[in-house]
């Protein structure tokens, strides 16, 4: 049974960082991408940063230069650090986990098979 757990939310100042953690367990690894999504209020989710088996990220234009993405295998951890932090940064993240290859994990058409609960992140 594959989980998927967020930590690391919180707020934080204008120009700031933070540090986002998705702490993955059970049989993953036949997992190929994993990615990070946030959802603002009154808006739809969208795709910030992928990563694949291959330790190959692809990010947003929104997030480009400023957020890093990266996976720690020994501790089968997710990470998003998220620096020069401002208020359109504020959403729910998510993380995620899917089989497929041949795609962006950022492409619209790749599917996820498993998500995190979600970490709020507050800029102000």
């Known amino acids: 049974h594959v989980q998927l757990v967020e930590s690391g939310g919180g707020s934080v100042q204008a120009g700031g960082s933070l540090r986002v953690s998705c702490a993955l367990s059970g049989d993953t690894t036949s997992g190929y991408c994993m990615g990070w999504f946030r959802q603002a209020p009154g808006k739809e989710r969208e795709g910030i940063a992928s990563i694949s088996k291959d330790d190959v990220p692809t990010y947003a234009t929104s997030v480009q230069g400023r957020f890093t993405i990266s996976h720690d295998n020994a501790k089968n951890t997710l990470y998003l650090q998220m620096d020069r932090l401002t208020p359109d940064d504020t959403a729910m993240y998510y993380c995620?986990?899917?089989w497929g290859y041949g795609i962006s994990g950022l492409d619209p058409q790749y599917q996820y098979h498993y998500w995190g609960q979600g970490t709020q992140v507050t800029v102000s």
């Open positions: 995620a986990l899917g």
